[in-house]
Nanobody, 120 residues
Framework: QVQLVESGGGLVQAGGSLRLSCAAS????????MGWYRQAPGKQRELVAT???????SYSDSVKGRFTISRDNAKNTVSLQMNSLKPEDTAVYYC??????????????WGQGTRVTVSS
């Protein structure tokens, strides 16, 4: 089976920076798009940023210009550099990846999430 594990969450002050990382492991044949989602308390999960294999990134309007998504295809990792953090960025951040396993079973996989808290 394929697993995604996030790391890097924590508590920061408004205006600060934080870098999240996600590592995919298991029987992986290929990875297409990878991305980050977040879910704030009492809110539904929302898309933050995505990056396909080709590298053309996409960001939600609320984070564009402040966040940067990147990936290392050789290591099967995706990162999210978050700068100029705002209290409204507070949420649990989830890693997502479109992965085909060695058995050619393709699915969307999710990590367990990493908590980001931005204080004012």
């Amino acid at each position: 089976q394929v697993q995604l594990v996030e790391s890097g969450g924590g508590l920061v002050q408004a205006g600060g920076s934080l870098r999240l990382s996600c590592a995919a492991s298991g029987s992986i044949f290929s990875i297409n798009a990878m991305g980050w989602y977040r879910q704030a308390p009492g809110k539904q999960r929302e898309l933050v940023a995505t990056i396909p294999t080709g590298g053309r990134t996409s960001y939600s309007d609320s984070v564009k210009g402040r966040f940067t998504i990147s990936r290392d295809n050789a290591k099967n990792t995706v990162s999210l550099q978050m700068n100029s953090l705002k209290p409204e960025d507070t949420a649990v951040y989830y890693c997502n990846a479109d992965i085909s396993s060695a058995a050619l079973f393709r699915n969307q996989y999710w990590g367990q999430g990493t908590r980001v808290t931005v204080s004012s």
